[in-house]
């Protein structure tokens, strides 16, 4: 037994530390591949919901612009895009502020499928994996935010808009994008647990919530999105007073439009995604 004992190899302290470093680079491996293999799952549901919201809220930021410079009413804008989308779709969904609107909302969504599916393989706390969405949607969010509202104003305002926007003006609407997310794709969860449970036999919390969330923050976000159009429009030095005015003003207008922009964009989309990538990762498994 001794001589036995004494045959045995022994490892030395490079050997141990690879044995024990094998197990991490084959869960590394593991949750690559995992997230690889259900990539077409969250790509397929980011685009079904991008392909049906980013036509109603094409028609939506159209009018709201043609309304904003004064050549219609919000409502006759909303029938003339929507006239344009049914009777020249060829035309419509290859131009430039349609597909930087398509490429926002699909982009969004899969962004935050790709996110859920890495945190549910690595099995993340409640905390990290919660900021983590956050912030990874928010960054990409935002950058097509910003992406989709240059293509817009170049095809809609003609050279009214010639200005580089100042560096400020970023700051509110990155506080904006911000929450906007946040109610849309963190909040809900948390919020439809609060929710009484009786309404579960006729549509599920996590829905309701879904459209109450993003609804209910833009009498917040709207605030924060008027004084970021004011530094722009006027970039002159202006008392803290006079902006604040100047958010007051049309504040309330403001909240009712951007809660209807919500609804299709954000509350409605992000139900069709979460319900489809829940559906076609349950058949990939």
Known sequence: ??????????????????????PKVESSKTIINHVLERLPVDALSALAAGIVVAPIVYVIDTAVI?????????????????????????QIVRSKPFLAMFALYSGTYMTVNI??????????????????????????????SLYKDNQFAKAFSGNLVT?????RSYVPFVIRDGITTFASFNLP?????????????????????????????????????????????RQGRLSIRERILAMRRGCV????????????GLAFGNVINTKLHSSLGQNLE
């Open 1 to 22: 037994m001794e001589r036995s004992e004494k045959a045995m190899p022994q490892l030395s302290s490079s050997q141990e530390d690879r044995t024990a470093s094998t």
């Open 66 to 90: 043609e309304a904003a410079l004064g050549r219609r009413t919000v409502g006759r804008a909303v029938r003339s895009a929507a006239t344009d989308l049914a009777l020249q779709p060829h």
């Open 115 to 144: 996110v859920d599916t890495t945190a549910s393989k690595l099995e993340a706390d409640a905390f990290t994996s919660t900021w983590t969405k956050l912030g990874t949607v928010s960054t990409v969010n935002m950058a097509l």
């Open 163 to 167: 200005r580089a926007m100042p560096a």
């Open 189 to 233: 969860p948390a919020l439809a647990s609060q929710l009484p449970e009786r309404w579960e036999d006729s549509v599920a919390r996590l829905s309701i919530a879904q459209f109450i969330a993003p609804a209910a923050s833009q009498i917040v976000v709207t605030p924060l999105h008027l004084l970021g159009l004011d530094l722009y429009y």
């Open 253 to 264: 207008s403001g909240s009712l439009a951007r809660m209807i922009r919500v609804i299709p």
